[in-house]
């Protein structure tokens, strides 16, 4: 399922409250040992799936739309298989996502709005175009980065209550 750059205009749900902003900050949550190694801050590749950023997108939380409770509240709901369990919260605002391109300027991914009736945070990142996988493999470790760099500069994953603090 292609998305494209221009689907970030239009609410994707019917659920939304309009199209994410660029400086809005996005979450990801993370989960161990999947995304991240046992008291590791950098993530893994698996923290963003090829096929998810392909097919059905990577989920993320619009933090200006969602609140401690309910942030928790969708993390348990990850957790359902057995030995995983919440390692933390990767945060970044979206225009790093947005801000990588290829070498003729084409933006990689796009961000939308895909609000759940249960969840109006919920949003997803995809590929905004058609790329072949060591491509995909090579911008899915740009955007890796960019929520790297943010992880680096505070020092670890995010706990709930440092996201939402005053």
């Given amino acids: 399922m292609t998305k494209s750059v221009d689907d970030e205009q239009v609410s994707q749900s019917e659920f939304s409250c309009g199209p994410i902003q660029d400086r809005e900050d ?8 999947h995304h991240v190694e ?5 993530l893994q590749a698996a923290a963003f799936q090829r096929t998810q950023l392909t097919n059905r997108g990577a989920s993320i ?3 200006a739309l969602t609140n401690p409770r309910k942030l928790t509240h969708s993390s348990h709901k990850l957790i359902t298989k057995e030995n995983r369990s919440i390692a933390g ?3 970044v605002e979206c225009s790093s996502v947005r801000a990588i391109i290829d070498e003729i300027g084409d933006r990689i991914f796009c961000v939308l709005d895909t ?7 919920h949003g997803d990142i995809f590929f905004a175009k058609e790329l072949p996988k060591p ?6 470790k740009d955007m890796i980065d960019a929520f790297n760099k943010r992880l ?3 020092g ?3 706990a709930v209550e440092e996201i939402f603090a005053p």
């Fill in 135 to 140: 491509k995909q493999i090579k911008y899915r």
């Fill in 115 to 121: 609000a759940l009736e249960c969840n109006p945070a």
């Fill in 61 to 63: 939380e619009r933090k």
């Fill in 38 to 42: 046992k008291g590791d801050t950098v």
């Fill in 89 to 91: 919260y990767a945060l």
């Fill in 152 to 154: 680096a500069f505070h």
């Fill in 156 to 158: 670890s994953l995010y």
């Fill in 26 to 33: 996005i979450i990801r949550i993370i989960v161990y040992p």
